[in-house]
């Protein structure tokens, strides 16, 4: 595992998030938006190159953590250095995700599936039970959980039937977490539809899913960033499911 140093005063009050799979979409996305609004971000990456990188030279408040989310050495490594750098966490993302279709791993089902519960649902388990008591100790009014899940994990994709039983596996963590960590942390989760295409969306690909959702466009990651600000400035919402997906579960 490869990171920067750091160590926080206990007495400092800057909140400090954790985003799993920060180095791209998303991730990348959040890390820039929490950095902007004052927070301190760990985040987690499978390499520390890329636009990540470029994001570290310009502010010392990103903490670039190298992450396999496949080893649990580098798992429990990561939780290590968390756990003796940071007095306390404040919010936790779950976002780090696998999404590829069934059938192409049908020479390796095995290792595919295992890779998916891995990141899709033990990754996310073992953060939140490591983690547990620096979330009691957030700054804020509330220690936060968020899971990224998918609009899929309740109406599954026969293509993508592995992915979604993962990303089910993940919303019923959500729901278990919630329970038991009430009520000084909440933890809650996003369904995204159509945020942002893939570079492998084919333009067919593309109009076919927007003609099948009530509000036709690309969702941008910013209607996430606005449901995980909402998530986080109300401290009434705990053990829900917010779907942002321009209507598309309905139709």
């Avoid at 470029?54 to 050495?73: F, G, K, Q, R, Y």
Wanted: glycine letters at 6%; a negative charge; proline letters at 4%.
């Amino acid at each position: 595992m490869s990171h920067s140093s750091v160590t926080l005063p206990e007495h400092n009050q800057q909140p400090v998030a954790l985003i799993t799979g920060a180095g791209r979409r998303l991730g990348l996305h959040m890390s820039r938006s929490l950095l902007a609004q004052g927070w301190r971000v760990i985040a987690l990456s499978r390499s520390r190159g890329g636009e990540l990188a470029e994001l570290a030279e310009e502010t010392s408040e990103l903490d670039i953590v190298e992450c396999d989310a496949l080893s649990d050495e580098s798992v429990n490594a990561v939780i290590a250095y968390v756990q003796s750098n940071y007095p306390h966490l404040d919010f936790i993302l779950h976002n780090a995700s696998i999404y590829e279709r069934d059938n192409a791993h049908e020479d390796d089902f095995s290792a595919f599936y295992d890779a998916l519960y891995q990141i899709h649902m033990k990754l996310p388990a073992a953060l939140n039970r490591a983690f547990s008591g620096l979330l009691e100790n957030t700054v804020r009014p509330s220690g936060n959980i968020i899971h990224i899940t998918d609009i899929y994990a309740t109406n599954p994709n026969e293509e993508y039937a592995l992915y979604c039983s993962t990303k089910a596996g993940l919303e019923n963590l959500m729901l278990s977490f919630a329970k038991r960590l009430a009520p000084k942390i909440r933890v809650n989760a996003i369904q995204p539809g159509p945020i942002k295409f893939l570079p492998e969306h084919s333009s067919n690909e593309q109009a076919q899913v927007l003609s099948e959702t009530l509000l036709p466009i690309e969702g941008g990651f910013e209607a996430l960033e606005k449901g995980i600000e909402a998530i986080l400035g109300n401290e009434y919402i705990t053990a829900t499911v917010l779907k942002i997906d321009g209507g598309r579960s309905v139709t």
